[in-house]
T-cell receptor, first 113, second 116 residues
Framework: DAGITQSPRYKITETGRQVTLMCHQTWSHSYMFWYRQDLGHGLRLIYYSAAADITDKGEVPDGYVVSRSKTENFPLTLESATRSQTSVYFC????????????FGPGTRLLVL | AQKVTQAQTEISVVEKEDVTLDCVYETRDTTYYLFWYKQPPSGELVFLIRRNSFDEQNEISGRYSWNFQKSTSSFNFTITASQVVDSAVYFCALSESMNRDDKIIFGKGTRLHILP
């Protein structure tokens, strides 16, 4: 099915471990985004990418690394997971114009013990 | 700077009642887009509507309707004859101009409970 997918959907890890969350979209959208959703904070932008090999920081980038070697993939890596990174992570994508609709993946629930 | 305020944190209504979710935005741009997303208990974020700043016509889609008023910087969402399946968190969002790197700004959401 076309769309935007995330894997894994659920992940439990331990403090200090490296974790990579995957995001894949089939629309050939230029822009891709990573958000985290926490109670009381709503959706906060971690990183975004305007195209392959172009990435930029969002509101809360510390502790995260992204890459975009292919247009359709935008993995998010937690280099050394901390408990404060326990959250629900959403990937999203949209076309070129800033006003185009963002479509979201199903989310990844991450628990850091 | 752009900002989206959803003052209602949580609303509970009895099934079949009408309910309006408020959204107030701030922007310095004359060209912008407004969005509503729904997040049901299953957790996914579902796009509902996108409206540009030049189109102030109200929109109706089944039991859903949206009232856009530039004079009050509001983009309110009404559900008519609510159903239990409407229970969800609803997010209003704003994106300014045509700048490619402009990011969408979300309100903190309104949690809607429809009681049977």
């Amino acid at each position: 099915d076309a769309g935007i997918t995330q894997s894994p959907r659920y992940k439990i890890t331990e403090t200090g471990r490296q974790v990579t969350l995957m995001c894949h979209q089939t629309w050939s959208h230029s822009y891709m985004f990573w958000y985290r959703q926490d109670l009381g904070h709503g959706l906060r932008l971690i990183y975004y990418s305007a195209a392959a090999d172009i990435t930029d920081k969002g509101e809360v980038p510390d502790g995260y690394v992204v890459s975009r070697s292919k247009t359709e993939n935008f993995p998010l890596t937690l280099e050394s997971a901390t408990r404060s990174q326990t959250s629900v992570y959403f990937c999203a994508s949209r076309g070129l114009a800033g006003t185009e609709t963002q479509y979201f993946g199903p989310g990844t629930r991450l628990l850091v013990l | 700077a752009q900002k989206v305020t959803q003052a209602q944190t949580e609303i509970s209504v009895v099934e079949k009642e009408d309910v309006t979710l408020d959204c107030v935005y701030e922007t310095r741009d004359t060209t912008y887009y407004l969005f509503w997303y729904k997040q049901p208990p299953s957790g996914e974020l579902v796009f509902l509507i996108r409206r540009n700043s030049f189109d102030e016509q109200n929109e109706i889609s089944g039991r859903y309707s949206w009232n856009f008023q530039k004079s009050t910087s509001s983009f309110n969402f009404t559900i008519t004859a609510s159903q239990v399946v409407d229970s969800a968190v609803y997010f209003c969002a704003l994106s300014e101009s045509m700048n490619r790197d402009d990011k969408i700004i979300f309100g903190k959401g309104t949690r809607l409970h429809i009681l049977p």
